[in-house]
């Protein structure tokens, strides 16, 4: 993650792993007695919001279990009642409903960057309290997030999003405009914690400057506010195979099979090669029933071929 932690990864994971268990032990009882749990995530940019989602969703039912992660508003959503579209995401019984942003964006970043009118946002200020106490009187189980994470640490996270290619998507030209309006956001979360963070819907403020105890913290926060049983139920019975009887297989080079690309040449790296000895068959050249597979067609250097950088640098370190 880049990120420094009080904790070592390992012991991360299996703690991780632990609170997982839990969540589907809750995710069981949500089905069973037909709750409705919605989980607000709110906070800055690179607070960790989707990485926390992702934490407590990875080992669930995605039938009951579902993100909402909505898009900016469209044309005809902008001339609709504005929580109508983030009402049309809100859980059936049974299901559990993790907004990462919500209808708070109209307190944050629509309120900082101009997206909406001054009368609009007092309007949002009056409304609030009372839709989140309908949604409480409905039977809807509420939970509000807000992510709190320093400023050091959020350009650090920016920093490391601008250099690492598979997090670079995370970064929009809002996400800069925000950056440096830091204080406006401020002054923007204080204002609607004033109006929002009332006894029925509080908010629950996570420390978020450390990602692995902010996701254990706010998972077990979660599991604390859903009191649950465990309803495991009793180990199944496995039963016997079909036996095959007259059915044959259909001959395995009728199929297209998938190019052995792994382990290939990954499974070799962990055996020392002997020098002069010949190279072993490619990834690709036999199926895992036996049948044969072509592999992919990539470039000379990428094949190790004669002439290519591959080629040349393996044989450099056989030397």
């Excluded at 919500?102 to 946002?121: D, I, K, L, Q």
């Excluded at 099979?257 to 050249?285: M, N, R, T």
């Amino acid at each position: 993650m880049g990120d420094k932690s009080a904790m070592r990864k390992q012991d991360y994971l299996d703690e991780l792993d632990r609170l997982t268990v839990e969540l589907v032990k809750l995710q069981e009882w949500v089905k069973a007695k037909g709750l409705k749990v919605v989980a607000l995530f709110e906070g800055r940019d690179a607070a960790g919001k989707g990485g926390v989602i992702k934490a407590i969703t990875g080992g669930l039912n995605p039938r009951y279990a579902r993100i909402a992660a909505l898009s900016v508003p469209t044309e005809k959503e902008r001339t609709q009642w504005y929580f109508q579209r983030y009402v049309a995401q809100l859980p059936s019984a049974g299901e559990m409903v993790f907004f990462d942003r919500s209808w708070y964006n109209r307190a944050g970043v629509e309120r900082v960057m101009g997206f909406c009118t001054e009368e609009e946002y007092r309007e949002f200020g009056r409304s609030v309290p009372e839709f989140e106490r309908m949604l409480l009187r409905s039977g809807i189980i509420l939970l509000k997030y807000w992510f709190s994470v320093s400023d050091d640490v959020q350009e650090a996270r920016f920093r490391d999003r601008l250099t690492d290619p598979a997090k670079r998507w995370k970064l929009s030209p809002m996400d800069m405009t925000a950056r440096s309006r830091w204080v406006d956001y401020s002054r923007a979360k204080d204002a609607m914690f004033e109006f929002s963070d009332i006894p029925d819907s509080p908010w629950h403020v996570v420390d978020a400057d450390d990602k692995y105890c902010a996701r254990l913290n706010t998972i077990v926060h979660l599991l604390k506010s859903v009191p649950y049983e465990d309803l495991t139920p009793e180990p199944i019975e496995m039963p016997g195979r079909q036996k095959a009887g007259k059915y044959a297989r259909p001959p395995i080079d009728s199929q297209k099979w998938v190019p052995l690309i792994y382990p290939g040449s990954f499974a070799k790296q962990a055996k020392a090669p002997k020098v002069g000895a010949e190279p072993e068959a490619q990834a690709g050249e036999d199926s895992p029933e036996g049948g044969s597979v072509p592999g992919p067609d990539l470039p000379k250097a990428a094949k190790g071929e004669k002439g290519g950088k591959a080629g040349k640098d393996k044989k450099k370190k056989r030397k």
